[in-house]
């Protein structure tokens, strides 16, 4: 949201899974969220029994590259940007 536009523009992205009965182990210097303490990946059909926290951070970049050539919020975003911003 800037001081040109009326209504904010968003870029939605989202990451099925469940969520564990409790936090499980502590953060890592990658995780960018607490919700990373209790969060369970779904990649199709595969729930992921570890915690965004209890993967090694190859774990997380696997996952992360699948979930993110599907709907990628930040090719979205930079998209608006040039067709927006003259960029």
């Known amino acids: ?3 040109e536009l009326k209504n904010p523009v968003t870029f939605p992205h989202k990451i099925c899974g469940e969520i ?3 936090p499980r ?3 890592k210097e990658w995780n960018w969220s607490k919700i990373h303490l209790i ?3 779904r990649v199709g059909d595969r729930i992921y029994e ?3 926290a209890q993967m090694e951070k190859e774990e997380w970049e696997e996952i992360k590259a699948i979930i993110y050539s599907r709907e990628n919020c930040y090719e979205k ?3 608006w940007l040039k067709e927006n911003r003259n960029l």
């Open 1 to 3: 949201m800037d001081s």
């Open 25 to 27: 182990r502590e953060m």
């Open 77 to 79: 975003f930079v998209k």
């Open 39 to 41: 969060f369970k990946p």
């Open 20 to 22: 564990s009965e409790k």
């Open 50 to 52: 570890k915690t965004f």
